[in-house]
């Protein structure tokens, strides 16, 4: 007997493989395997195809960027030959959410996802490194932290081909961030766009689309994207899908009012007519945690009505940003600089201890998540005086100092002149493994890439900076058979490169871009940890990306051959404009 969840496997495997170009699935026909030759060959390994079906083994054949040859090919030579006997072979990973915006800029290697098999980043979770005006380039560079860079561009393409002409190891894709849309044109106070205003952010929208970006990204829990009114995201939206763009949202809430966040987000798909997707769907504090039956339903529900609705997720119990989150959004009303002259008014430093122990819904409190201080941990400090206290609590900081937690809350922010980068304790297990099970899930490590070298291990992280993707094929997959190894390669690779409509990638067929994974699936497994966050993941043996080795037996090659990638709404007749100059 056939179960329920098998059949919905094939009927998603068909609709996948359906959706296909016929260029993409087929490509060139390949030639007879006698006698060719290859710029690289990849030999013995059990193929894992990016649909989801049965894997096979074979060997596959690689000239230039792309997959020429997939079948038995031992007669062919190559200038490079892979060994892959006993190894998995499947599509390079597509990180869903990706802040690896300013740390590919520091390093392009980005091993420390490059080494879990991650050969597509995609950025915008709400900011976007463009378009800029000058007085936010310049607000950039004053709060850069370790990280410290030029910042030559103004647009977000011109980001993306800075990003390549410098030398990544990785593809990169972003949406544009609707908080930086709102940045450009409104500035960081809370007020509604008017008529005028919200033309000039369609506008830039626009724009943006015609140059590639893939579509509208919001992170709502945070001022000042919390100010925007959910009619202001659906005209952003709506003119991202004249050009086949995307709405992925960090919603508006993940804990007491998650369900009206998800509403939220489906009315804007509805409305906008647009795919939209949850960023690193959660529920967040433990008496949310029941929620998830809920969400998930709502999911399924609207995707039966014909929406495209998604979602991504990190496979850790904990989230990370910053320490402020933890405070009111009207306390960051005018951005930072307003926020530190607050925390220096003993009036509006009490208003603001109430709202930071006071349970409510009509933010997103993340200190009232997490459900202790102890529960709250100190990752990264821009002040060389404070960094002796990364890797400790909120709690053992209070005790340090002898304050509240509270009060050591604003008296850090305001001392770092930072938003503090924060661990915070709010998932349970359980959740992680029904989101895991759901096959319209795919994985985003909302991390940067990193590596356990200088200036990364000035501060502290998230273990999923170096561990997301390979903690799913070791833990969740090896391990524990939350899904099964093909199922999870999907979701990694074909699933998300569906979603963004990634051309001629996600997919291990002949015509198809050579963006290659090799691993171990009996040893794939992420070794960081919140007390060690900076260790490298193991398993991965080999990634090629657009055809060129970078990770060889382990090891980066040095190689960088990544490449901007563009949503189909480029124009390809038309450079991209500059956004009009203004004063914000």
């Not at 850090?412 to 096959?439: A, C, H, W």
Request: proline fraction near 6%.
């Amino acid at each position: 007997m056939i179960k329920p969840l098998e059949l919905l496997r094939k009927a998603l495997v068909a609709i996948l493989v359906t959706a296909l170009p016929i260029a993409t699935l087929a490509g060139p026909r390949p030639q007879s395997p006698r006698a060719r030759t290859f710029d690289a060959i990849i030999r013995g390994g059990m193929i894992y195809d990016g649909t989801g079906g049965a894997p096979m083994r074979a060997d596959i054949g690689i000239n230039g960027d792309r997959i020429a040859a997939i079948g038995n090919l031992k007669s062919a030579n190559a200038k490079t030959v892979v060994d892959a006997t006993g190894l998995a072979v499947a599509p390079g990973f597509i990180n869903m959410l990706s802040w690896s915006v300013d740390s590919m800029i520091v390093d392009g290697k980005s091993q420390g996802e490059l080494r879990q098999g991650v050969t597509t980043q995609i950025f915008g979770e709400g900011d976007s490194m463009g378009p800029l005006t000058e007085v936010m380039r310049k607000r950039r560079l004053e709060q850069q932290g370790d990280l410290k860079y030029d910042i030559p561009w103004t647009t977000l393409a011109e980001y993306l081909t800075y990003l390549e002409k410098r030398g990544v190891s990785q593809n990169v894709a972003s949406y544009i961030g609707a908080t930086t849309i709102r940045e450009y044109v409104i500035g960081l106070e809370d007020k509604k766009a008017t008529p005028e205003q919200l033309d000039q952010m369609r506008e830039l929208v626009r724009r943006e689309m015609e140059a590639g970006a893939l579509g509208i990204g919001t992170s709502l829990i945070y001022a000042p994207a919390f100010y925007a009114p959910t009619e202001e995201l659906i005209e952003m939206c709506k003119v991202a899908a004249k050009y086949k763009g995307k709405y992925i949202s960090h919603m508006r809430s993940e804990g007491n009012r998650l369900i009206e966040a998800v509403e939220e987000l489906i009315r804007i798909s509805a409305e906008a007519g647009l795919p939209a997707e949850i960023y690193h769907l959660k529920a967040a504090g433990k008496e949310n945690w029941p929620k998830m039956d809920k969400v998930i339903a709502m999911v399924n529900d609207a995707r039966r009505r014909g929406l495209k609705i998604t979602a991504d997720m990190y496979t850790y119990p904990a989230g990370s940003t910053g320490l402020d989150a933890a405070m009111p959004p009207w306390a960051e009303d005018g951005g930072y600089e307003a926020l530190f002259k607050r925390l220096q008014d003993p009036e509006t430093r009490k208003k603001i201890a109430a709202a930071i122990t006071t349970p409510t819904s009509e933010w997103e409190n993340l200190y009232v998540s997490a459900g202790s201080p102890d529960r709250i941990l100190l990752v990264e400090f821009k002040s060389d005086k404070l960094k002796p206290y990364t890797g400790k609590t909120l709690g053992e900081v209070a005790k340090l100092r002898g304050k509240s937690p509270e009060e050591t809350i604003m008296d850090l922010v305001l001392e770092d002149r930072s938003r503090v980068g924060t661990v915070y304790f709010m998932m349970n297990e359980d959740n992680i493994k029904k989101q895991i099970r759901q096959p319209w899930v795919s994985f985003g490590s909302d991390a940067a890439s990193m590596s356990p070298e200088e200036p990364f291990i000035k501060s502290s992280t998230h273990p999923r900076a170096y561990g997301n993707f390979a903690r799913l094929l070791g833990k969740y997959v090896r391990e524990e058979k939350v899904i099964t190894l093909q199922e999870a390669i999907r979701r990694l690779s074909g699933l998300p490169a569906m979603n963004l409509a990634l051309d001629h990638r996600g997919f291990l067929k002949v015509g198809m871009y050579a963006d290659v994974v090799v691993f171990d699936p009996a040893t794939i497994a992420d070794r960081a940890t919140f007390e060690k966050p900076h260790q490298f993941a193991v398993g991965v043996k080999h990634v090629f990306v657009n055809g060129t080795q970078a990770i060889k037996d382990g090891e980066h090659t040095g190689a960088k051959p990544g490449r901007a990638l563009w949503g189909p709404g480029k124009s390809e007749k038309k450079a991209p404009d500059r956004p009009a100059k203004t004063s914000r």
